[in-house]
Nanobody, 114 residues
Framework: QVQLVESGGGLVQPGGSLRLSCAAS????????MDWYRQAPGNQRELVAR???????TYADSVKGRFTISRDNAKNTVYLQMNSLKPDDTAVYYC????????WGQGTQVTVSS
């Protein structure tokens, strides 16, 4: 049974930072592509960042230079370090894994507000 469990969301002021974590089980983590998506109310779910099995990363234009995706294969965990947060970053953030099939976490809420 595949499980992706996100943590680290919360309320932060504009300009602040958060680090999201996604712990994976039930998949061969080191060979999986790992993504972070987000979905704001009324919007479609969008890809925020991706890291491949060999560590190649891509980012949405809206987060380049502010967010960093990384992975720790020993811990089966992928991270999203979010700096210089803006109110527009407010959304539910989802962990996504691709390893033959697609798998999703339950999401964690990030709210950026003063």
């Amino acid at each position: 049974q595949v499980q992706l469990v996100e943590s680290g969301g919360g309320l932060v002021q504009p300009g602040g930072s958060l680090r999201l974590s996604c712990a994976a089980s039930g998949i061969i983590f080191q060979s999986s592509i790992m993504d972070w998506y987000r979905q704001a109310p009324g919007n479609q779910r969008e890809l925020v960042a991706r890291i491949t099995s060999i560590g190649y990363t891509t980012y949405a234009d809206s987060v380049k230079g502010r967010f960093t995706i990384s992975r720790d294969n020993a811990k089966n965990t992928v991270y999203l370090q979010m700096n210089s947060l803006k109110p527009d970053d407010t959304a539910v953030y989802y962990c996504h894994a691709i390893q033959r099939y697609d798998y999703w976490g339950q999401g964690t809420q990030v709210t950026v507000s003063s």
